[in-house]
């Protein structure tokens, strides 16, 4: 039984290279016209080509040397020389600039002795031949160089793609770690500063604390999860982070919060659903971290052809909120990646505004697409 990966290793270079060198030997018996031992040495010399992939140098002399050596013979015999230089040493010239870029000095030199040496020993046609070794050189160089740019072009891709990765598994991270120990710390305050007076109140609190953090462990577990597993691993499970999770959000806040949802529901995209979640938390965890004596309103609006998101307060922190951080910035990435519109800011009246209008039909993206909007935000 062969192996495919062997199988693929032989099917390509190798039965290429196999047929070249019986396309030269091929060639050389037909355009060739002159003594038999002539012919006989293009053709012992054609089986070079065999390894002109990781010895691009060492053949292209083998060749070149055969090639002059059956034009100085046919001159000697009085015979009329070719008018092109023949085709194994062609074939190894291309070779020379499409796999000799460690030894592209040493190809430049054999490339230049070969033509002032082929233009002495067969004048009959110097231009053509020059031609002929200069292009074949040439061509190969320039696969040389679109091969690098593929392979460049792939590295990018391959670097844009980890980083897009890593900046959403930051805002993973930041979101779940934010919100839930936050919340926590609330909670944990508020049942130490009550634990002497309501004792009932001070247990109720550490028990939602508790609970809070059994979900922060979680979500950490399934972000986990992706960190470790392979490619073929099922996506990370979203399951009760979407709309459906706001109300519990806005009612875990441990604030003076309402929820206004208007229009007609419908069912939102995947990334739609866990952005909007994610925005409300992280408005909400600024709100608490900030502001913790204003009160908090979350609207969420059905609108054709799109939702919006908006989290408001009344309260006085906002110039530190001003100033942006990695949850904002996080925010604005994650609405940016969905081609949505993020406006954030302190309001007129007083407080802070977190807006985010986000289309329920979004174009297909790329990995760079993230990179960009990382950029932008």
Not at 183 to 193: C, D
Not at 264 to 273: F, G, K
């Amino acid at each position: 039984m062969i192996h495919r990966g062997g199988w693929a290793a032989v099917s390509r270079p190798h039965v290429v290279d196999a047929g070249l060198v019986v396309l030269a030997v091929v060639i050389t018996a037909l355009t060739l016209r002159g003594p038999a031992y002539v012919s006989a040495g293009l053709a012992v010399a054609a089986p070079a080509l065999l390894v002109r992939r990781s010895r691009p140098a060492l053949v292209a002399a083998i060749t070149m040397g055969a090639d002059l050596a059956a034009m100085s013979a046919l001159v000697a015999a009085g015979a009329a020389a070719p008018l092109l230089v023949g085709a194994a040493a062609t074939i190894a010239l291309y070779s020379l600039g499409r796999h000799g870029e460690r030894v592209w000095l040493t190809g430049t030199a054999l490339t230049v002795g070969y033509v002032t040496v082929v233009m002495m020993v067969n004048p009959v046609n110097p231009v053509g031949n020059v031609m002929q070794i200069l292009a074949a050189v040439l061509l190969g160089r320039l696969l040389l160089s679109r091969h690098w740019l593929l392979e460049r072009r792939k590295r990018r891709a391959a670097e844009t793609a980890v980083s897009a990765e890593r900046r959403r598994i930051a805002r993973e991270l930041h979101d779940v770690v934010a919100h839930h120990i936050t919340v926590i710390n609330v909670l944990v305050g508020a049942g130490r500063t009550t634990m002497a007076s309501d004792r009932a109140a001070a247990e109720e609190a550490f028990v939602t604390a508790e609970r809070t953090a059994r979900q922060a462990m979680a979500e950490m577990r399934q972000l986990l999860h992706v960190l470790r597993a392979d490619d073929t691993a099922e996506p990370m499970d979203h399951t009760g982070i979407g709309v459906a999770g706001v109300p519990a959000l806005v009612e875990q806040a441990r604030l003076p919060a309402e929820l206004d949802v208007t229009g007609e529901a419908v069912p939102l995209p995947a990334a739609v659903d866990h952005a909007v979640y994610r925005i409300v938390q992280e408005a909400l965890t600024n709100v608490r971290r900030h502001a913790p004596a204003a009160r908090a309103r979350v609207r969420l609006s059905y609108l054709p052809g799109s939702v919006e998101v908006e989290v408001t307060d009344d309260g006085t922190g906002t110039p530190a909120r001003s100033r942006g951080g990695f949850g904002l910035r996080g925010m604005a990435e994650r609405v940016a990646l969905i081609d949505g519109v993020l406006t954030t800011g302190p309001r007129p009246e007083g407080g802070f505004r977190v807006h985010a209008r986000l289309p329920l039909a979004m174009r297909e993206r790329r990995p760079e697409d993230d990179h960009h909007s990382a950029a932008r935000g």
